[in-house]
């Protein structure tokens, strides 16, 4: 049996009355006026999303909805959309596609310059694309980046060598499913202003077979899928690989990595795993770099910033919706909060 919460938010599924006892006496008492706020939002945040999203439609594992949508494109289990959904995702990402994925521009265009995007629909009249493009279904981990990137200069540039032709260096934290897509961040050398690109890709689901390589997502061979030389005479993203919690592979293999300018912790969870304690502590030490972290719904990214603010960080991004969070809206099993992969964000330093 599966019952709702009655009161204010509506928001939590219970197996039974005896746990939706437990659980208004416990916290959900002191929380469910802000989560029927939260879930008032919903609609708003769907109708923002490009029309095939602005429905409720659970993804969850192996469930139908969002592998009929592949089915239809005829991408389902095929290359980088492989991890869009559960059914052959391994929870982890393998890497198996880094060589064989073909994930080719969504249009020849040209780099975007002079003006910045505030939405979906805006990148989809850039790129003259259809709102309904799959593509957005795995584009939504590079529009995060740019996002965060745009949030972090409103007040200017990130580090002055970086105008002056070095790298700028996007230390990417926990990666997962990403693993699985690499090709697609070959699109942050059309969105970023700047020559050069350094993705890091640093967590445990790294491979231990790629930890410390790179590969090169040069924008000159974007008709080619992925570039695998390191020629320095494209322009383009250079994507690294290490493999570790992200206070230990910084504080261990410093020169490899090298010093980052701008730091994005995707769908991160923080009040939820205690193993990012040292990892704020190190972003919160002087002169760390803008640090933005993402979550699913807004209730966990509100928890987020209470976990930031505990430990000494100082907000310089409130939280907020993120603009360019996945397309597609998420149901989970035990609650119906308004969800979408990177669906909020949070900022410090």
Not at 217 to 246: Q, W
Not at 280 to 296: E, K, R, V
Request: some cysteine; hydrophobic content about 40%; proline content about 7%.
């Amino acid at each position: 049996m599966h019952v709702r919460c009655k009161h204010a938010s509506r928001s939590f599924f219970y197996c039974g009355a005896k746990h939706k006892k437990l659980h208004w006496r416990g916290d959900h008492s002191n929380e469910c006026s802000r989560m029927a706020q939260q879930m008032a939002r919903g609609l708003a945040l769907a109708m923002e999303l490009p029309f095939f999203c602005a429905i409720p439609i659970e993804i969850s594992s192996g469930l139908v909805p969002i592998c009929s949508l592949l089915q239809t494109k005829e991408i389902h289990n095929q290359g980088i959309y492989k991890a869009v959904c559960d059914c052959s995702y391994n929870d982890g990402g393998t890497m198996g596609t880094l060589e064989s994925a073909k994930w080719l521009p969504p249009t020849a265009g040209a780099p975007l310059q002079g003006s910045s995007l505030r939405s979906w629909q805006e990148y989809c009249t850039w790129r003259s694309l259809p709102v309904s493009h799959p593509d957005l279904l795995v584009l939504h981990w590079v529009l995060t980046i740019y996002q965060a990137y745009q949030l972090a200069t409103s007040s200017g540039p990130l580090r002055k060598s970086i105008m002056e032709g070095s790298p700028l260096r996007i230390h990417y934290l926990g990666p997962e499913r990403e693993l699985d897509q690499v090709a697609v961040f070959a699109e942050l050398a059309w969105l970023l202003p700047v020559p050069q690109i350094e993705v890091c890709f640093i967590g445990p689901r790294v491979p231990a077979t790629r930890d410390g390589g790179s590969v090169e997502l040069s924008i000159r061979n974007a008709d080619e899928g992925l570039d695998v030389t390191s020629s320095p005479r494209h322009a383009g993203v250079r994507v690294k690989f290490f493999k570790g919690l992200y206070h230990e592979v910084v504080s261990e293999r410093a020169q490899q990595v090298g010093p980052a300018d701008l730091v994005i912790a995707p769908n991160a969870g923080l009040a939820a795993y205690t193993t990012w304690q040292p990892t704020i502590a190190l972003l919160n030490s002087p002169g760390s770099p803008p640090a933005f972290f993402t979550d699913y719904c807004e209730e966990a990214t509100c928890l987020a910033a209470q976990v930031l603010t505990s430990c000494g960080a100082r907000l310089t991004h409130e939280v907020q919706p993120n603009p360019f969070r996945q397309p597609w809206r998420i149901r989970a099993r035990d609650n119906a909060l308004p969800s979408f992969s990177n669906g909020f964000l949070v900022g410090i330093n």
